[in-house]
Structure formats: C-alpha cells, structure tokens
C-alpha cells in the first residue's frame, strides 16, 4: 500500500531551499533527539571574516506538538523561509513526553541555545544577534527561556543573551490544567505555578513579540494578552498583536507566499526583529502596545 504523504511533506517541498546550505544532525547533547539542523545562505560561510559584523543575525525556531509531536526536519519550511530572509536558522529536536515531562524538554532547548551561541560562528552566525522564535508548545519553550533564567543559567548561558523573542500562539497562562495528558506532562512541581510563563514575567525580560490568531481555540488567545498585560505591569518591552480572522495551523501557513495575504505574520516578526537589531528596544524602555491586525 502507498502511504500518502503528509501535508507538512508537501509544503515542505513546495518551499525551495536553492542558494541555502543545510548542515543536519549537528550534535548539542548525548540523547538521541539532542540534535540541530542549521540552514544558512550559501554566502554565510563564517570563513570570509572573523569580525562578527560580517556575520548574519540567527534565528532559534522551536516548534509545537503539544510536547508530545514534532521532528526537526517537518518545519524546513519555516527554516527556508527565514534563511531566505537573510538569517542563520536552527531548528532544533527536544526530548518529547512520554520520555520526559517538565521541565526535561525545557532543559533540553536550554541546551540547545547555548549551544548555538557558543558555536554558531563557524556557521556564518552572529552569536551577539540570537532570536528564538516558537509556535505552539514551541512558544512556551521559548518564552520560558526568556523569562526564567534559571534555564538558561543551568546551560551555562543566561537569557541575556537573547536579542528579542516571538511567540506565535504559545499557552503561556493555562491553569487549570484540565487535559489528562497535559496534566501527566507538567505534575513533577509541587507548586504547579512555576509551569507557567506568566509567573516569571519581569522587568529585565528580552523584548517580546506575542501574535495569535483570534479564532484560535487549541490555545485560547488570552494566553497572549495575559501575558501581555503582565508584561507590561512588570515594566518589561511586549508588543502583542491579535490577527482575528486566523486559527492555530493559518497563523503558522500564514508565512508560505501563497497565504501572505491572510495576515502580515511575516512582515510583523521581521519588523520586530529589525527594531530588536537597531537597538530600539531598551530593557528599561516602556512597553509597547500595537493594534489588532485584521
């Protein structure tokens, strides 16, 4: 019997990954998962040079599954696209339940950042521009990395490394947890609170990009402006942006050419990105509201 193949498959083949280098199966821990594919323009070598000016800003995309689903290479895509885009992309794999619960697959994408920004030099890579970018369960990854350090720390790196995240549609703020898998996922800590990125919103937190589409209902879109509005209180640097018309799959397809036109997903993140590069985000400055996006 002929398997089909599967949506992510024929996207993946729809995106050309023609003037990118692709290095896979790049090491960054000793389980089996503890690997990285790296995707880069041709031209970003990391040979040319030594200075870090001539080096390409580097995206980190950890991506969802429900901490239960996802391989590295399903989201080439998305690696492609951003690669195409002028940076130096990593998509890494983290360990998934049932092997692990929380807050392993955590420690895991801990793991995997600093191991970027300690090597991604060699890749053509400016280890002082890191951004992490994560949809879904892949956002809370990220945003935890963000804002609680201690995560970081334990890899030997800190968040101040990060020049800026973006989570898309990430659960940020979801107790009760009221799914058994999810409950089983995240109920090693006494104190189920410290799950949750809210709890360790702060002042002195990376600049921040929160969009989420307002038809969502896998991951409710008060997720973003919870932690907005928490972010805010705290003092920290937070744009939200709420694309109403959009789902939890249509904002990630929103960055394929041929959906574009639904939202400018895209075009937001990358407008952050650069403000985040100009240094026009300030640890100290005052937050930023944006208006929702239809």
Known sequence: MTLLP????????SIATTGLTITRNISYGPAPRDKINIYRPTRATGA??????????????????????GHRSDYQFMAALLARRGFVVAVPD?????????????????????????NIAQYGGNPQEIFLIGHSAGAYNAVMLALAPQFLTAAGSSPAHLAGVVGIS???????????I?????????????????????????PLLLLHGGKDTTVLPRNTTALGAKL???????????????????????????????????????????????????????????????
């Open 232 to 294: 805010r209180s705290a003092g920290s640097v937070v744009e939200t942006k709420i694309y109403p018309k959009l789902s939890h799959i249509d904002i990630i397809l929103t960055v394929l050419p041929v959906f574009t036109w639904r939202a400018p997903v895209f075009a937001d993140i990358f407008s952050f990105l650069a403000a985040c590069a100009a240094g026009e985000y300030s640890p100290n400055g005052s937050a930023l509201t944006a208006p929702v996006v239809d």
């Open 182 to 206: 999810i409950k089983d996922i995240f109920s090693p800590p006494a104190d189920i609170t410290l799950t949750q990125p809210i709890t360790y919103a702060r002042e002195s937190a990376p």
């Open 94 to 118: 983290y360990r998934l339940y049932p092997q692990v619960k929380f807050p392993d697959f955590l420690n895991d994408c801990a793991a995997a950042t600093a191991f970027i920004i300690n």
């Open 170 to 180: 990430g659960p940020y703020d979801f107790l009760p947890l009221r799914d058994a």
């Open 6 to 13: 599967r949506p992510l498959d024929l996207i993946n083949k």
């Open 48 to 69: 040319t040079t030594g200075a870090t000016t001539s080096r390409l800003p580097v995206i980190i995309f950890f991506y969802g599954g429900s901490w239960q689903f």
